[in-house]
């Protein structure tokens, strides 16, 4: 398991470091944030490496008393990217415009499912969007690797205000450990309430095209323009001089202040797959 550590370790960080390409940062921007390597003796890393295997019984989502597993409601992770491996495919993630899909149809032993959490987002200042996923299948052997900032470190947006980009104010610098505890509490409050997803939010789209993921909700234009409003949706083009217009979203007809909108790098980042 030291060897496997390692090896989704070493990826997890070239990962980190092609999304801070993608945003046009330093490659090298995070690594302050992460442990050190190698680790110096008597120190536990921040990251961690789960290994699961659920039996056939457990397939169908019902745990044995008839309550559904937890693993199939939505959730989140708070650490910077996770790294998923499994023998078959069993994750939906969920896009932009609240649609589920399957994100590791083509899963094997050489392919890695990448997930964004909550810390790169945070530290991004939402430029990298957070993914929401979802087990659906448990019957399947897995190996997940969560790289986590150090407890130590300062969670701010200084890299990406440096960069030009605009920072909202809800991204200011918080403790590592403090956003960490904080976001378990936020988790631990939603699922003690959590509710089955809304006819318009919980639809799952079978086997969607790329197309249609990174496209406007409602034109199907490309979003190559695409900036984010204050209710977290995205349109471009044509759509968005509509929005704007309208000075409400099409879609959840929430208010548009033009002054708060900001750039969508992160369209294509709410998963990758990656292969190796």
Same mark, same amino acid.
């Given at each position: 398991? &030291?060897?496997?550590?390692?090896?989704?370790?070493?990826?997890?960080?070239?990962?980190?470091? &092609? %999304?801070?390409?993608?945003?046009?940062?330093?490659?090298?921007?995070?690594?302050?944030?992460?442990?050190?390597? @190698?680790?110096?003796?008597?120190?536990?890393?921040?990251?961690?490496?789960?290994?699961?295997?659920? *039996?056939?019984?457990?397939?169908?989502?019902?745990?044995?008393?008839?309550?559904?597993?937890?693993?199939?409601? @939505?959730?989140?992770?708070?650490?910077?990217?996770?790294?998923?491996?499994?023998?078959?495919?069993?994750?939906?993630?969920?896009? +932009?415009?609240? *649609?589920?899909?399957?994100?590791?149809?083509?899963?094997?032993?050489?392919?890695?499912?990448?997930?964004?959490?909550?810390?790169?987002?945070?530290?991004?200042?939402?430029?990298? @969007?957070?993914?929401?996923?979802?087990?659906?299948?448990?019957?399947?052997?897995?190996?997940?690797?969560?790289?986590?900032? *150090?407890?130590?470190?300062?969670?701010?947006?200084? +890299?990406?205000?440096? &960069?030009?980009?605009? %920072?909202?104010?809800?991204?200011?610098? %918080? +403790?590592?450990?403090?956003?960490?505890?904080?976001?378990?509490?936020?988790? *631990?409050?939603?699922?003690?309430?959590?509710?089955?997803?809304?006819?318009?939010?919980?639809?799952?789209?079978?086997?969607?095209?790329?197309?249609?993921?990174?496209?406007?909700?409602?034109?199907?234009?490309?979003?190559?323009? &695409?900036?984010?409003?204050?209710?977290?949706?995205?349109?471009?083009?044509?759509?968005?001089?509509?929005?704007?217009?309208?000075?409400?979203?099409?879609?959840?007809?929430?208010?548009?202040?033009?002054?708060?909108?900001? +750039?969508?790098?992160?369209?294509?980042?709410?998963?990758?797959?990656?292969?190796?």
């Amino acid at each position: 398991m &030291a060897d496997a550590f390692r090896c989704l370790g070493k990826a997890a960080r070239a990962a980190l470091c &092609a %999304i801070a390409r993608h945003l046009r940062l330093r490659t090298d921007v995070f690594n302050q944030l992460l442990d050190d390597t @190698p680790l110096p003796v008597n120190e536990v890393s921040s990251s961690e490496l789960l290994v699961a295997y659920t *039996h056939e019984q457990l397939q169908s989502g019902q745990t044995l008393m008839g309550c559904p597993s937890r693993s199939s409601m @939505p959730q989140v992770d708070r650490g910077f990217v996770t790294l998923v491996a499994s023998d078959y495919p069993g994750i939906e993630v969920c896009d +932009p415009n609240g *649609h589920w899909y399957l994100a590791d149809g083509v899963s094997g032993p050489n392919n890695l499912l990448l997930l964004t959490g909550r810390a790169l987002s945070h530290v991004t200042a939402g430029l990298c @969007p957070i993914s929401q996923y979802r087990v659906t299948n448990e019957n399947r052997a897995s190996l997940t690797f969560r790289l986590v900032p *150090h407890a130590n470190a300062i969670l701010d947006c200084s +890299p990406i205000l440096a &960069a030009g980009h605009c %920072i909202r104010r809800v991204y200011q610098p %918080i +403790p590592a450990s403090q956003f960490m505890d904080d976001s378990y509490a936020e988790e *631990h409050a939603v699922s003690s309430h959590l509710e089955e997803p809304s006819e318009s939010q919980g639809n799952f789209v079978s086997d969607p095209s790329l197309r249609s993921v990174l496209s406007d909700p409602l034109s199907g234009a490309f979003l190559e323009d &695409a900036m984010v409003l204050q209710c977290g949706h995205s349109f471009g083009g044509v759509m968005l001089k509509k929005v704007i217009e309208m000075a409400r979203c099409t879609i959840c007809n929430g208010e548009v202040d033009p002054s708060s909108l900001f +750039p969508n790098l992160g369209m294509s980042l709410p998963y990758i797959y990656l292969a190796y």
